[in-house]
């Protein structure tokens, strides 16, 4: 298989991380005879500071000429004064706009290696395996008008919550095909006791839930998802929701594994390529250090070889290959416990490479698939 990748790499550990990534799907083309080829762009500070926009139409055109974009992170503090129009986070907001990529899928994995990571007790954590299905293109991130202004001479301010149906529609009918595969329970998240956009999106679950009798329905306000998440999370299989409540829980998901640097994440379009990244940010306080967590990252390599590229041997191996690394004591800062050696982000790049390449791993991985 041959396939063109386009690589932002961004900010920060954005770098660091998606340097990982690249070295993990190279192994993987080496080990299972395929060709990635990766194009690199720029986007976000990285892309002010050479072409003064997060987002330059080069960039966005090398997108859509690739199979799948890989993007890092953005953002940092030398950016934080600058207008809005031109902030780093701009870039991915747009990306987003131009590739079409409605809907964020975000899966959270238990570990048991990491269980002493997680701030939950092992008895409420073991077992979670749950997919966040946000809508990504709407909503108050998108909405217009959104300024300040002044009314009755004062300063105030106005975001606008826009939706049009046919854009929850095909998040929450995402959902319901995902949940299919998996254990059939649909959560979808909503404040309908307060939004008239939650009370349409509840009303469209509805509707669609019809065409699905195999797959339970639950409503649930979000923030009663925010207090089972925490208290009860194996109750979840896949949870869809609106823009902004999917950035927040997505985010509080993270804290079941014990980091934001386990959790990867894919952007869908109707069409075109996906993207694939961490959630994380862009840490510039560790930027440079060689500490960042890269498997995130890794990860989301591992979702475009499934979701892009149908490759599912191979993404099972760099599955399995990040398992049994952490099975075998590596840790970043991060996911450690007291007292727990650490090891830096080439140390667990270059652990995870070599457990994909190891021909006895491999082949119990491939004989699972026969």
Request: hydrophobic share 40%; charged share 25%; aromatic share 6%.
């Amino acid at each position: 298989m041959k396939k063109t990748i386009a690589v932002l790499p961004g900010d920060g550990i954005g770098k660091e991380v998606t340097r990982g990534a690249v070295t993990i799907l190279q192994a993987v083309g080496e080990r299972f005879g395929h060709q990635f080829q990766f194009v690199y762009a720029s986007i976000g500070g990285e892309a002010i500071n050479s072409c003064r926009t997060p987002l330059p139409d080069e960039t966005v055109e090398i997108c859509k000429r690739s199979d799948a974009v890989l993007l890092g992170a953005v953002g940092g503090p030398e950016w934080d004064g600058l207008p809005g129009h031109l902030r780093p986070e701009r870039g991915l907001l747009k990306i987003r706009k131009e590739l079409g990529l409605y809907a964020n899928l975000r899966p959270t994995r238990y570990y048991a290696s990491l269980s002493a990571s997680s701030p939950l007790r092992p008895e409420v954590i073991e077992g979670v395996d749950l997919l966040m299905v946000r809508e990504l293109t709407g909503g108050l991130y998108f909405g217009k008008p959104s300024e300040r202004t002044t009314q009755n001479g004062e300063d105030a301010v106005v975001d606008t919550l826009f939706y049009q149906r046919k854009e929850i529609d095909r998040v929450i009918r995402l959902a319901f095909e995902l949940a299919k595969n998996r254990n059939k329970k649909v959560t979808s998240v909503d404040k309908a006791n307060v939004l008239e956009s939650s009370r349409m999106w509840r009303e469209t679950a509805e509707t669609i839930a019809k065409e699905y009798p195999e797959v339970t329905l639950e409503h649930m306000l979000v923030d009663n998802a925010a207090m089972q998440m925490i208290k009860n999370p194996r109750r979840f299989d896949v949870i869809v929701t609106e823009n902004m409540f999917g950035d927040i829980l997505s985010d509080e998901a993270s804290v079941l594994t014990g980091s934001l640097g386990m959790l990867p994440s894919a952007s869908v379009s109707q069409g075109g390529p996906y993207l694939y990244e961490p959630i994380h940010g862009s840490a510039p306080d560790i930027k440079g250090k060689n500490v960042a967590n890269p498997i995130a990252m890794i990860l989301s390599a591992a979702m475009m070889l499934r979701n892009s590229f149908g490759l599912e041997e191979e993404a099972a191996a760099v599955e399995n290959a990040v398992s049994q690394v952490l099975d075998a004591g590596y840790r970043t800062s991060d996911i450690a416990v007291a007292g727990q050696q650490t090891f830096s982000t080439e140390e667990m790049i270059e652990e995870i490479k070599a457990t994909i390449l190891d021909n006895e791993a491999i082949l119990n991985i491939m004989s699972a698939y026969a």
